[in-house]
């Protein structure tokens, strides 16, 4: 695998829901990339797919979902590809870590931390942390130590319930790269906990992140916190991914009206925005054409009735947007 | 813990002197008692007027009331009328044969209503949970006695696979009194040959009463089970690979036992209710075929007995049912 | 609408719909429809113990009498059992669990410690002891099957006031100074119907079984009143060879109570909407 | 689990028992496996039952025993009477030892009927009117005296009632009053044929006896050296039992469908013998309708006796004619029954009717709970009083009940079924006991029927020795009785019982049933 192949990449990934009324689109040419030791961004409201498509890449889409087109390649592998038990036994944990939303309620309740994240490992370790439990224990007490929980060896004996928020997701963390994956997941991975703790947690998987180079999909509705931790980001919109652009075009580069709406103003702890006027589209009456349409303050005409289409504006930057590629038309004769 | 059931000892005390005093009421209710028999055909008034006082039927019932707890209070459970002999002494003689055969039914309907109420659960709405789904509801339509003549018309009568009645075959010497279960006391003796002949006896009498527990298992096994994988930690779970038999055999299902294993306390109760007819059809020297006895021969002080023994054992079941959840749950047990 | 669709689309409450309204049916218009209406009564010791035949399609029992028109005529009586019982049993249960689930305290307490008394009664050996007291009759069985029963109406309705009574609405009514009888019966009840309906469909199923039992053991109904239960128990005497006697009325026992439970699965379903995905 | 532990805790504290003691193996054709059903109570001073008297006869030894019909002496030699009729004097054979080694003396006798008479159960029936503790004696080691308080012709009849218990080993047992009741129940302190197995006992489920080798009577040359007693209550389950070889004697109430399924079977036969139960409709004589002749001769007329006896019993049971069991003496030989016919009956309702019976309410028969010869009775009587235009409402319930009810005027059914059992063989047993208006207020007696003349005749006979004499006086109460028709006499039984085919020796008797373990031996 040469340098510039990404290690994730989702390409014009759609799929649908079976629902009463027939099948519903819920991500619908969906476009990402992730390289190694990258860490991206996914920026959205609440309901824009965002979950779904971590889901998706973890093949754990719900019954009923039905995968419409498009790839997800893993390390080369199309993972659209892959059976269940195939992924279960190969791919998540092992190569693919996930830290959840909402740690009170991923843990489970009836189990100690250390055995269910022991668990993790009995399955998924790789060979040179070793195949013994006592190695496997090691390996944890060590990641413990990493993301500070105080006296790992008691805790590792108690139950969920003993333990705080801040604390549950640094073991959520732990448990995440403790098969040395490739790339994590983290959805929402601090949406359920206070501001100052956010910081600490992100700092934290940022750190370790960065030190075992791991890749990262941060899946989150804050841009702020993108902007501190993130090499770039892709910003979906009701099934779409309709800007990517890296880190450093943040602050002045970015051109969907979205996204600037989104960098505008501070999400709430629900993830509704209150800058931006209106809601996203359920599934079952996506708009034609434009799907921010009807709530862009800078729409057209043509974005009631045509889809606008991916543009790469540069090399690190690529947007869907009549506004901006009528912009870009606009330019290319007086270029030509 | 400790606390906590003598606790609950305590509280049953007043419950089960309700229920002493609401059975004694309604034996008492309407004129009748055991005189006219133990005088036997060709009495005298006089002389069945005379064992009527020697046994205090002519008191008031007051009297007779407090005649009789003060006698439990010194803790004998009295005289039979009927057999002379210590009702405890008998209750001893039969107890053993009724838990024989409930606990072996309750063993059954649990070790198969569980399994197959997870395994409708994790094909919920397939074919197979549908199968199930039909089996359960039928098997919960099946009246017990029915079910039981059926079964012994078929497998004695017509094939001569299986015992008819009793407990043990003609001829054969139960094994020494350790718990007075000759399943269990075979074995301790290490006497197979009794053991087996003692299990054919209980296969008959111990599948007819255990289909309707295991259907009820069964269908509150399967929508815990269904709302236990409606659970983050069961997504989050997956999403960590678990592998399947695992993840349902270990996690799911110990997080679904609360519900079941409140079922199986309750039919616990039931199923002593059910055993009166079982034991009727195949003679099995239970409990509750002295239940029937003792009524049917007018002999109160057993009968009282009896349902006091039984609730009784209702009371311990409920609380041994706390004391499965604490097991079960380490948060309940932080509450005993 | 709504509910009625999602019913229509439940196929095995459907069913089990389909299977009461038949009962029902039999149950009126049975005693006109049966091939031998004197049977219940007429014994024909002559014709007895015949196999099933074009005469006789489930054959006959040991007085002579027509297997079917028996099986047929217990159904009133069952579904007669079964509503009476549930009935008083709602008679009892319903307002002391309302009172108790409204007021609590000392009283909603005591209520609940009789309730528990009356459920760690094995109801079965209750029920025989007092049948047998109150001596035969469907009026006895009636009354011992309702007096074991009534707890458990009481317990649900208990529980349900309970969560019922913290609803906004209750508080607006107290604020308004309304008597609390009134908010019980008013709007408490139709409040809780929903899961009381449930509760009595599926216990008419059991109370069906427990009533066939009863009957079984020889206490229920008495002779020659058509019983499901006792023309059981009296085939064992003639099993290994006429198998007829004790197949079709455990057939009937098995109809009925399926087609309460059916249906009452059903209607859990459509009333509790935690469950409904549960199916 | 700690789970387990406290599991396996309960039952321990709750059933800890020492295992009892391992008899001496048997071969097989030292075994007989007996399937009548074990006693409720071993104690021979509260014997009720057909499988409690069982007991009483293989365990306990009386002064008299019945061989077949006839009384024969046993612990007795022999016995004088005064010439009143009240002094009885019994000498003891010698030499007989009990189970517990000690010798049988009159001592034991004396106390044997104090106790009896003391604890006031069914056995003392008939001697609790007639006799005091304190008139039985003993003379001297081998002779006992009781002096009656007035005389009794059926005295000696009834005198095998009565168990004689090693007074010693009784005694060392009592609590209080309690005349060792408890401890006597479920033990043996008997000299009989056989013994219990300590532990070998549980009431009503099985019993184990072991033969006394020690017995003064003879064993035949290969006797029953164990017999395992069991219950078994379903009758089709009992001769299923009986065709496979588990149980080698069922019960002799199994049913004409059971006893037609032994009869074709390979190695069991059915041994058939009349006994001394009477199956009645008692009506209440005392409260109206029934309280009209014509009337009660109507129902009398109208009741299938035929159908019953033939189609529904299977004509396993024979007609009896009157109130007496048409096997015993004092039963007329020319009496004749009542015939199921219809238009008598109505003529005789008519009469009735003239004599302005008001017959327009319903009318209850009692019959008992689970009990399948009442149940078809009762259902057969309903729809023969049907063409009649009378309504019969058909109840039961259990015997306890019913025998209260029964004993009071007022609350005695209408009409109900019941049997008459022999406890001991004297016609006093059924027609006194029944007719004989001072017998108002038992169960028995609930025909309510009062006739100065038939009360006269009863009360001579019971107090004659002279059987001759009885018999002419029980014959006329007998007439007298049919004609005014108290009660429909339906039957008398005759008892089945279905037999391995190695079984010899079984002999009925009407008292006991038959299950003299010491007469029978098994041929392989």
Not at chain 2, 290 to 318: E, F, H
Not at chain 3, 8 to 20: C, E, F, Q, S
Not at chain 3, 237 to 266: C, K, M, R, T
């Amino acid at each position: 695998m040469s340098a510039s192949d990404p290690l994730l990449r989702v390409a014009q990934f759609a799929l649908a829901f079976r629902t009463e009324t027939g099948l519903a689109t819920v991500l619908d040419g969906v476009d990402l990339e992730v390289a190694r030791g990258e860490i991206l961004g996914l920026v959205g409201e609440s309901g824009c797919g965002k979950s779904t498509l971590v889901r998706a890449i973890l093949g754990l889409m719900p019954a009923g979902a039905r995968v419409l087109g498009g790839r997800i390649e893993f390390g080369g592998q199309n993972l659209l590809d892959l059976d269940e038990a195939v992924l279960s036994r190969d791919i998540r944990a092992g190569r693919i870590g996930f830290i959840p939303q909402d740690p009170f309620q991923s843990f489970n309740p009836l189990f100690r931390v250390g055995s269910q994240m022991l668990e993790i490992m009995r399955w998924h370790a790789p060979p040179e942390i070793g195949r013994s439990r006592s190695a496997h224990r090691a390996r944890l007490l060590e990641l413990m130590e990493r993301v500070r929980i105080p006296a790992p060896d008691t805790a590792l004996k108690r139950f969920p319930h003993e333990f705080s928020g801040g604390q549950l997701q640094r073991l959520m963390i732990a448990a995440a790269i403790a098969c040395k994956p490739d790339l994590v997941l983290a959805d929402e991975p601090t949406s359920a906990l206070d501001v100052t703790t956010q910081q600490q947690i992100l700092a934290l998987l940022e750190e370790l992140a960065r030190e075992m180079n791991t890749a990262v999909i941060l899946v989150t509705h804050d841009l702020g916190l993108v902007a501190q931790y993130c090499d770039r980001v892709s910003v979906m919109y009701a099934g779409q991914t309709v800007e990517s652009f890296s880190h450093k075009r943040m602050l002045e580069g970015v051109r969907h009206p979205y996204t600037r709406l989104l960098l505008d103003c501070h999400p709430d702890r629900a993830g509704a925005l209150r800058g931006i006027p209106g809601i996203v589209p359920g599934i079952a009456r996506m708009p034609p054409g434009c799907r921010f349409g009807p709530r862009c303050p800078a729409v057209l005409p043509i974005c009631s009735t045509q889809r606008p289409k991916a543009e790469m504006l540069e090399a690190d930057h690529s947007v869907q947007c009549w506004a901006v590629s009528g912009s870009i038309a606009a330019r290319v004769p007086a270029d030509a | 813990m400790s606390l906590f059931i003598v606790r609950r000892l305590l509280l049953a005390i007043p419950a089960l002197f309700g229920l002493v005093l609401l059975t004694f009421i309604l034996i008492h209710a309407v004129p009748g008692d055991p005189a006219a028999v133990l005088a036997g055909d060709q009495a005298t008034p006089q002389q069945i007027q005379a064992l009527r006082e020697h046994y205090g039927f002519d008191r008031p019932i007051l009297e007779q009331f407090i005649r009789y707890v003060s006698q439990l209070a010194s803790g004998s459970l009295g005289v039979s009328y009927m057999t002379q002999r210590q009702i405890s002494t008998e209750i001893i003689e039969r107890m053993p044969a009724t838990f024989e055969l409930t606990l072996f039914a309750m063993t059954l309907a649990t070790a198969i209503g569980i399994p197959l109420g997870v395994i409708s659960a994790y094909f919920h709405n397939r074919w197979l949970d549908h199968v199930l789904r039909i089996i359960s509801i039928g098997g919960l339509a099946i009246a017990s006695f029915w079910l039981a003549i059926m079964l012994q018309f078929t497998f004695s009568m017509e094939l001569d696979l299986l015992p008819v009645h009793g407990r043990l075959s003609q001829g054969l010497t139960p094994p020494p009194f350790v718990t007075g279960m000759i399943v269990i006391d075979s074995l301790m003796a290490g006497r197979l040959d009794l053991f087996r002949d003692a299990f054919a006896h209980l296969i008959l009498p111990g599948f007819a009463l255990a289909v309707a527990p295991l259907a009820t298992i069964m269908r509150f096994t399967r929508a815990a089970v269904l709302s236990t994988l409606r659970r983050e930690y069961v997504f989050y779970e997956r999403a960590v690979g678990y592998p399947r038999l695992v993840l349902m055999g270990k996690y799911v299902l110990r997080n679904s036992l609360v519900t079941p294993v409140t079922q199986i306390g309750l039919l616990l109760g039931a199923i002593l209710g059910s055993a009166v007819v079982i034991e009727a059809i195949f003679d099995w020297p239970g409990l509750g075929s002295y239940a029937v006895l003792s009524i049917a021969t007018a002999d109160y002080q057993a009968t009282l007995a009896v349902v006091l023994i039984v609730g009784c054992v209702y009371a311990l079941i409920n609380i041994l049912v706390d004391l499965v959840h604490a097991a079960v749950d380490p948060r309940i047990l932080e509450q005993l | 609408m709504h509910i009625l669709r999602l019913f229509a689309r439940d196929r095995a409450a459907l069913i089990g719909l389909v299977i009461i309204l038949f009962a029902i049916l039999l149950t009126i218009i049975g005693p006109f429809i049966v091939p031998y209406p004197d049977d219940a009564f007429e014994a024909n010791i002559l014709s007895r113990l015949e196999p099933p035949s074009w005469d006789h399609w489930f054959g006959t029992d040991d007085f002579g009498r027509d297997i079917l028109t028996r099986v047929i005529l217990g159904t009133g009586n069952a579904l007669g059992v079964a509503v009476g019982v549930a009935a008083a049993a709602m008679f009892v249960g319903v307002p002391l669990g309302l009172l108790a689930g409204y007021h609590g305290g000392r009283f909603g307490e005591a209520v609940m410690r009789v309730t528990d008394v009356f459920l760690a009664v094995p109801s079965l050996i209750l029920a025989i002891a007092l049948a047998q007291l109150l001596h035969a009759g469907i009026g006895g069985a009636i009354l011992a099957l309702s007096l074991t029963y009534w707890p458990h109406f009481c317990r649900n309705v208990y529980s349900e006031t309970r969560s019922a009574k913290t609803a906004t609405f209750v508080e607006a009514l107290e604020s308004m100074g309304a008597g609390s009888t009134r908010i019980v019966f008013m709007h408490i009840l139709p409040n809780i119907a929903s899961p009381i309906i449930v509760r009595v469909t599926v216990g008419l199923g059991y109370i069906i079984m427990t009533a066939a039992v009863l009957g079984f053991l020889g206490i229920g109904v008495p002779p020659p009143t058509p019983d499901w239960g006792a023309a059981i128990a009296n085939s064992r005497q003639h099993l290994p060879e006429a198998w007829w006697l004790v197949s079709f009325p455990g057939l009937a026992i098995f109809l009925a109570v399926l087609g309460f439970n059916l249906l009452g699965d059903g209607l859990r379903d459509i009333i509790d909407p935690r469950l409904r995905r549960a199916r | 689990m700690r789970l387990g532990q406290v599991i396996l805790t309960l039952f321990l504290a709750g059933t800890i028992i020492g295992s009892p003691a391992r008899a001496a193996d048997y071969q097989r054709n030292e075994i007989l496996n007996w399937g009548e059903g074990a006693a409720d109570t071993l104690d021979p001073h509260t014997t009720r039952s057909t499988t409690d008297v069982t007991a009483k006869i293989n365990l306990y030894d009386t002064l008299y025993r019945y061989d077949g019909l006839d009384l024969v002496p046993s612990i007795a030699t022999g016995h004088t009477v005064s010439d009143d009729g009240l002094t009885w004097t019994f000498n003891l054979r010698k030499g007989v030892k009990f189970h517990s080694g000690s010798e049988l003396t009159a001592e034991d006798v004396v106390y044997s009927f104090r106790r009896l008479i003391g604890m006031k159960q069914a056995p003392a029936a008939p001697f609790w009117p007639i006799l005091k503790s304190e008139n039985i004696s003993a003379l001297d080691q081998s002779t006992v005296r009781m002096v009656l308080d007035r005389p009794y012709a059926p005295f000696l009849a009834a005198i095998p009632l009565v168990g004689i218990v090693d007074k010693k080993l009784v005694e060392s047992h009592v609590s209080g009053n309690d005349w060792a009741a408890t401890w006597v129940a479920g033990n043996d302190a008997g000299s009989g044929p056989y013994r219990a197995e300590p532990d070998g006992f549980r009431p009503s489920q099985i019993s184990k006896l072991t033969w006394f080798p020690d017995y003064f009577l003879p064993f035949p040359a290969h006797p029953i050296k164990q017999v395992n007693i069991t219950t078994i209550k379903e009758a089709t389950t009992l001769a299923l039992a009986l065709l496979k070889g588990e149980v080698d004697a069922t019960d002799t109430r199994i049913g004409a469908e059971s006893i037609a399924r032994i009869r074709k079977g390979e190695n069991v036969k059915v041994s058939a013998d009349e006994s001394m139960r009477t199956f009645v409709l008692t009506m209440n004589n005392a409260r109206p309708p029934f309280d009209n002749i014509h009337f009660r001769k109507a129902i009398s007329y109208a009741f299938d006796y035929d159908g019953f006896i033939n189609k529904l019993r299977e004509g396993t049971v024979v007609r009896n004619p009157g109130p007496i069991p048409q096997n015993l003496w004092g039963n007329p030989k020319d009496l004749v029954p009542y015939k199921y016919d219809l238009t008598k009956a109505k003529e005789e309702l008519e009469l009735a009717r003239k004599d302005g019976v008001d017959f327009s309410r319903p009318l209850t028969v009692y019959g008992f709970t689970n009990t399948r010869d009442t149940y078809l009775s009762m259902q057969l009587l309903q729809s023969n009083l049907r063409p009649l235009g009378l309504k019969v409402e058909i109840k039961d319930t259990f015997f306890p009940n019913l025998a209260s009810m029964a004993a009071n005027q007022s609350t005695a059914p209408d009409m109900w079924f019941h049997w008459v059992s022999a406890f001991f063989i004297d016609p006093s047993n059924w027609i006194g006991e029944m007719y004989d208006s001072q017998f108002h207020g038992t169960w028995k007696g609930s025909a309510f029927y009062k006739n100065e003349k038939v009360d006269a005749l009863l009360r001579q006979a019971i107090v004659l020795n002279d059987k001759e004499k009885r018999r002419a006086l029980y014959e006329e109460a007998s007439r007298l009785i049919v004609a005014d028709a108290p009660a429909l006499w339906i039957y008398n039984a005759i008892e089945y019982r279905g037999l391995n085919k190695r079984v010899d020796g079984y002999k009925f008797s009407p008292v006991g049933s038959g299950a003299d373990f010491r007469l029978m031996s098994l041929s392989q």
